[in-house]
């Protein structure tokens, strides 16, 4: 399995950005694919999720409302749509992948994933 995460890049608050995640190579069934997020000095934080299953989808509170994730399976890509940037949204962005997870708050943690992308960093200055 390989993840390509691209997409970020230096705004100003208020900005949007759009983060895409390439996918290649995941040919199990059932699987959540999403992001995290790591400021620095800061913990590795789930931001969203979406579940292969049934298109189910999951955000930390900080950016609901702000993000939106989608998924297109023609290209094997995922996106996160991030709206209205706040200087506390600054960090490298990972894309990553879990067999079996479950698309949630309790499910989506940095500990179990299977596969991540290398990162992309997002600057959001205020």
């Known amino acids: 399995v390989q993840l390509m995460d691209s997409g970020g890049g230096s705004v100003q608050a208020g900005g949007s950005l759009r983060l895409s995640c390439g996918t290649s190579g995941i040919t199990f069934g059932r699987y959540a694919i999403g992001w995290f997020r790591q400021a620095p000095g800061k913990e590795r934080e789930g931001v969203s999720c979406i579940s292969s299953l049934d298109g189910s989808t999951y955000y930390v509170g900080s950016v609901k409302g702000r993000f939106t994730i989608s998924s297109d399976n023609d290209r094997n890509t995922v996106y996160l749509q991030m709206d209205s940037l706040k200087a506390e949204d600054t960090g490298v962005y990972y894309c990553?992948?879990?067999?079996?997870?479950?698309?949630?708050?309790?499910?989506?943690?940095?500990?179990?994933?299977?596969?991540w992308g290398k990162g992309t960093l997002v600057t959001v200055s205020s």
């Open positions: 990553a992948v879990e067999q079996f997870a479950d698309c949630s708050g309790t499910g989506w943690r940095a500990d179990i994933m299977d596969y």
